[in-house]
Every structure is written in structure tokens, then in C-alpha cells.
């Protein structure tokens, strides 16, 4: 079976990802702080948008893979597909606006956990049925 659609999105939330690690990078550049926050809230802002990212992401990429894997409709992928990008581009919009916008940060978190809770059953009512 030739993976068609979880390869679109993964690249496209590893761009994201890179994104988000160099505004952590430029920052502590700019700032010469290497190591930990310093106590820095804008550092430590980009670096809870960048781990908050990391936390949610790989396990919602894994549950679009083993659905892909187990043959579910292309619309059904790219719609968990888009959902998860974008959730995490609103998140990191949202964590990245001076002040928050925590209404895209919920919308964001809202949309991933729309994704994970539909990819979960999906794949559990495959493999069950």
C-alpha cells in the first residue's frame, strides 16, 4: 500500500515545526541566552508554543498514519489531515501574538482534539468491526 495522504501533512506540520524552533533560536540569538528561560516570558513563549507543538503532534501524525494504513477514504484523511494543520497553525498564532490570542489558541487545541478524538475512533471501530 503507497502512502498518499499522511505524507502531505506530515511535511507540511515539519515545516511548521521548524518554524516555531527557529523563532526560539533567533531569539536566544538576539538575546544571548543559551540555556533554560532566564525567567524570559518571551522566550519561554516561543518555547512552550514550539514543546506544545511536540506534545500533541507526533501522536496525532501516528493516528493519521495507522488510518491511511488501514485504508480509510482519502476525504476522511485529509479532513483529519486539516484539522490537525490547522489547529496547530492557529495554536502557534494564537501563543504567538503579543498579547495571546487565546481564543485561536483554544480553536486550535479544539480542532486537534476534534482530530484525535475522530481519528481514535475511526481506527478503533475498524479494527473492532
Known amino acids: 500500500m503507497s502512502l498518499t495522504v499522511t505524507p502531505i501533512y506530515a511535511a507540511l506540520l515539519v515545516a ?7 523563532r526560539v533560536i533567533a531569539y536566544r ?3 544571548t541566552l543559551s540555556l533554560g528561560d532566564y525567567g ?19 501522536l496525532a ?19 483529519l489531515g486539516l484539522l490537525l494543520l ?4 492557529l495554536h502557534a498564532l494564537g ?5 495571546q490570542k487565546i481564543f485561536l489558541r483554544q480553536l486550535g487545541m479544539l480542532l486537534n482534539m476534534v482530530m484525535l478524538v ?12
Not at 16 to 22: H, S
Not at 48 to 58: S, W
Not at 86 to 89: D, S
Not at 118 to 129: P, V
Open 16 to 22: 511548521l515545526f521548524l518554524y516555531l524552533t527557529f
Open 29 to 31: 540569538r538576539a538575546n
Open 40 to 58: 524570559d516570558k518571551n522566550l519561554l513563549k516561543r518555547m512552550r508554543a514550539q514543546a506544545n507543538f511536540i506534545e500533541v503532534t507526533p
Open 61 to 79: 501524525l501516528i493516528l493519521l498514519l495507522i488510518s491511511e494504513l488501514q485504508g480509510a477514504p482519502a476525504l476522511a484523511l485529509h479532513i
Open 86 to 89: 490547522a489547529g496547530r497553525l
Open 95 to 99: 501563543f504567538a501574538a503579543t498579547p
Open 118 to 129: 475522530f481519528a481514535a475512533l475511526g481506527i478503533l471501530a475498524h479494527a473492532l468491526l
